[in-house]
């Protein structure tokens, strides 16, 4: 089955401590997976995709097939960072998505 | 770019009432999709489309309908509306292929008394 864990759904960090979003994903196969992103009273938006290896807002993902992870990073949070993430999977038709059930971040000033 | 539009940003309606929920992009996806997004739950596909008039059940299609008649619009129906389907909707549309993010609309929150 194609499933993704956000184990913690609540995670407080004090601004310019570094901070992991935790991401685990069951899948057979080479899997496409994203980081969506959603503040306070705005849309759900794409923040990053793992084939992209790219730095979005000071953050970073990396896939480790070994432990199927998919954890975002960032070394140093700032306030506006708090938001609802979630971790997505794309499934093998290319169609469908699944996400995880969202860890909300807070970034104490 | 992209832009995914929820005809209603909050509804209230009563038990055992027709819903519609209404959605429309503008940049010619293929694949549009109906999420629900409740706390602790996070978001559950309802249905998904990929091309006009196709459908495909998600993970939770029970209680729910939905129509593609036209490539740009995909239409949730909630056919006889009950209180535990109080949450909020979020549609989503992608292009067709690998690796393609989806692009949300903002949602649409929705009461039933």
């Known amino acids: 089955a194609q499933r993704v864990t956000q184990p913690e759904k609540l995670l407080s960090v004090f601004k310019g401590a570094p901070v992991e979003l935790k991401c685990n994903y069951s899948y057979s196969g080479s899997p496409e997976l994203f980081w969506y992103v959603q503040y306070s009273r705005q849309r759900l938006q794409l923040l990053l995709r793992h084939i992209s290896r790219e730095s979005i807002k000071g953050f970073t993902a990396d896939l480790n097939k070994g432990e199927t992870s998919f954890h975002l990073k960032k070394p140093f949070a700032q306030e506006e960072d708090s938001a609802m993430y979630y971790c997505a999977l794309m499934g093998y038709t290319g169609n469908q998505f699944y996400f995880g059930t969202g860890t909300s971040l807070t970034v104490i000033p | 770019d992209v832009k995914v539009t929820q005809s209603s940003r909050y509804l209230v309606k009563r038990t055992g009432e027709k819903v519609f929920l209404e959605c429309v992009q503008d940049?010619?996806?293929?694949?549009m999709f109906w999420y629900r997004q409740d706390p602790g739950l996070g978001l559950r596909l309802i249905y998904f489309s990929y091309d006009v008039k196709m459908k495909e059940k998600g993970d939770i299609p029970e209680g729910y309908s939905v129509s593609r008649e036209k490539k740009e619009r995909f239409s949730l129906i909630l056919e006889s509306a009950s209180t535990n389907q109080t949450s909020m909707y979020l549609c989503?549309?992608?292009f067709g292929g690998g690796n393609s993010p989806l692009h949300f609309g903002n949602g649409t929150r929705l009461t039933v008394t």
């Open positions: 940049m010619d996806h293929e694949n």
């Open positions: 989503a549309s992608s």
